[in-house]
């Protein structure tokens, strides 16, 4: 089952009552294993347990993983590792991803130290996928002038840079905590009250923008790219990159 699949099965009253705010980011966040059905009060048991059935025998995150471990299977790693900022060691890439490591072996096989979801081995898969290469530009844009991402970026408003403005303003030090575990550096050289720099993946840094809400002005964030992002990963993953990120601050506050 897909999103759209999903979203076709829910309420669809887009109330605000699940923590996701509407049903398709609720479906996606459940697709990627992020969310739980019960989180909508308006789904019944019956229909709860018709969508698990679905869920569980048309798992298309396994499928698409397995068809990716199939495509990086006749990638050589010694070819592509330097282009995309990893380690080679025995024969395995290793990739940092906000501030974890993750062993990839040859066949495509992911693993690291925790909990580690569908949607993480997806996005390294893609990223080895891409086999981008060259250097960073040191140019900064947004995520409209990324290739691709001007017809997404009301997605990448509504889902990244949106939830990571209210948890910056719901609790702006705990967000900055947790940001710096991930290895977050302050920056001073940005036109924000704060701008932290921060590596999602080797070659792909952002610059998280914060302007707290001043007088008549309301609050916001903007998350900027290395004009070089769209080389090491498509706009899609891009979003679900900058997703993860803000899920991670929000699951990690949410444990005090
Ligand atoms: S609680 Fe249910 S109906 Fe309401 S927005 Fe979320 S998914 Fe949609």
């Known amino acids: 089952m897909n999103p759209i699949e999903l979203y076709k099965k829910l309420p669809k009253k887009n109330c605000g009552k699940c923590p996701q705010k509407a049903c398709m980011p609720f479906a996606l966040s459940v697709i990627k294993g992020d969310a739980k059905l019960s989180e909508c009060p308006y789904l019944t048991g019956d229909a709860r347990d018709a969508i698990e059935v679905s869920l569980k025998t048309s798992d298309w995150r396994e499928e698409l993983i397995a068809k990716l471990r199939d495509e990086i299977k006749r990638i050589n790693f010694a070819d592509i590792a330097e282009g995309l900022g990893a380690e080679l060691k025995d024969g395995a890439l290793i990739i940092k991803c906000m501030g974890r490591e993750f062993i990839v072996s040859p066949d495509g096989e992911i693993t690291t130290r925790g909990?580690?979801?569908?949607?993480?081995?997806?996005?390294?898969?893609?990223?080895?996928?891409?086999?981008?290469?060259?250097?960073?530009?040191?140019?900064?844009?947004?995520?409209?002038?990324?290739?691709?991402?001007?017809?997404?970026?009301?997605?990448?408003?509504?889902?990244?840079?949106?939830p990571m403005r209210e948890l910056f303003d719901k609790n702006f030090e705990g967000a900055i905590m947790v940001l710096n575990r991930l290895g977050a550096k302050k920056r001073e050289d940005f036109p924000a009250k704060q701008a932290w720099h921060l590596f999602l993946l080797p070659k792909i840094p952002v610059i998280i923008l914060y302007w707290p809400k001043e007088e008549e002005f309301e609050s916001k964030v903007k998350i900027i790219f290395d004009s070089t992002a769209d080389r090491f990963l498509d706009a899609e993953s891009i979003i679900f990159l900058v997703e993860g990120l803000v899920k991670n601050i929000e699951i990690t506050l949410s444990r005090g």
Do not use: N
């Open 115 to 162: 909990h580690m979801t569908p949607w993480i081995k997806i996005l390294l898969l893609h990223y080895i996928r891409t086999a981008g290469k060259g250097s960073l530009s040191g140019k900064w844009v947004s995520y409209g002038e990324l290739k691709a991402g001007m017809v997404k970026a009301s997605s990448f408003q509504r889902d990244c840079e949106e």
